[in-house]
């Protein structure tokens, strides 16, 4: 018996409850508590339902009988602002509704909620002849609505960009270390050079119109000291090693308090130098480059408004070296980390 058209009609019927149920739940209406006492209106039909926006020609007996908050369950769907519309209303006229009044309609945006939000009242009106009247209540309480949601907006950008500015400068030095994998094919020498400390420097520029984002350059630096033994004698080893990187952040901020995540992918140089114990003469260079990966989290305390305290983990997943001058060559089994104290300078 050949299954795959019951399997096929199956999973259709399957897709088709799902979407209708998703529909059902993007809508949800409040009544007004003077509807909830009146008399009972008849259910109308959808389209019955006209739609509104401000200055709209409104006729004065508009009664406002609720409210309702709409999203799309389907995001950047060519067609799914009309479909919202119609699944309003749809259930506003089970409340016996024949008018749609758009107070709020959010597009899907990639800063912000990939969806279709709408919000507003359901009217009921008589249904006759409508005259161009632009000042009925409801329309001046839109006008409010709208300006003071404008003004709310204005305000919260100002502080937003008051707690954090545009620019961003960065100093912070590190107690920093190094972990080499069991894959990772190094010297007993560079096993001893895993503690140092490092120092950083970062510039971040936020945009205005996305001030939660923050792009920037970073510079690292690690330093490590150690006595080892090399070629049958006692040497005296350091290393050093330097990374350059793009980054990209996310930033949560209060009065206070700044929480920053961070990741970028630069380039690093190191070298490893040894010299005698007996002589300052130097014996021998090692160096090599590799493609690096960048991780941080941070938290910042704001003593001032353009002075911060800064607390950072960090840490570097090595790549393979383009330089093979040493024998360190196995990819992310090498990390570099680090906890850093540093300020932050804003303006």
């Keep these: 018996m050949n299954t795959r058209p019951s399997i096929l009609l199956i999973l259709a019927c399957t897709l088709l409850l799902c979407s209708c149920k998703s529909l059902d739940r993007t809508v949800e209406i409040s009544l007004t508590e003077n509807y909830y006492t009146g008399s009972f209106v008849r259910p109308t039909t959808p389209d019955k339902v006209r739609v509104y926006t401000d200055n709209a020609p409104l006729p004065l007996t508009t009664e406002v009988i609720g409210k309702f908050a709409a999203t799309d369950p389907e995001a950047r769907r060519n067609a799914s602002l009309d479909v919202l519309l119609d699944t ?3 259930e506003a006229s ?3 509704a024949n008018g749609l009044f758009l107070t709020d309609h959010y597009k899907p945006h990639w800063l912000g909620s990939p969806q279709h939000v709408m919000y507003g009242y359901i009217l009921l009106q008589p249904d006759t002849i409508l005259t161009n009247d632009k000042e009925h209540p409801l329309n001046t309480a839109i006008r409010e609505h709208q300006e003071q949601e404008e003004a709310k907006k204005l305000a919260e950008q100002a502080e937003l960009g008051a707690l954090c500015p545009a620019h961003n400068l960065h100093v912070g ?7 080499y994998g069991e894959k990772a094919v190094v010297s007993d020498m560079e096993r001893q050079l895993t503690r140092g400390w490092g120092i950083q420097g970062i510039y971040e520029y936020a945009p205005r119109l996305a001030p939660t984002i923050s792009f920037g350059v970073l510079y690292n630096g690690y330093f490590s000291e150690a006595a080892v033994e090399y070629g049958g004698s006692g040497c005296e080893a350091s290393m050093n090693n330097h990374v350059v990187s ?10 206070r308090s700044i929480v920053k995540f961070s990741a970028g992918l630069g380039y690093q140089w190191e070298s490893i ?4 114990a007996l002589t300052s003469s130097a014996h021998e260079k090692l160096s090599g480059g590799r493609i690096v990966l960048y991780y941080a989290a941070e938290y910042e305390y704001r003593i001032q408004q353009h002075w911060g305290v800064v607390g950072k983990l960090y840490y570097f997943e090595w790549g393979v070296p383009r330089e093979n001058s040493y024998n360190n060559s196995t990819p992310v089994d090498i990390l570099q980390g680090g906890f850093s104290l540093g300020i932050n300078y804003h303006f």
Aim: overall charge positive; aromatic content about 14%.
């Design 273 to 276: 130098n040894l010299k005698s």
């Design 94 to 96: 089970r409340f016996g």
């Design 173 to 179: 030095a590190a107690y920093s270390y190094i972990t």
């Design 246 to 255: 793009p980054i990209i952040s996310y930033r949560s901020a209060s009065k």
């Design 88 to 90: 309003v209303k749809k």
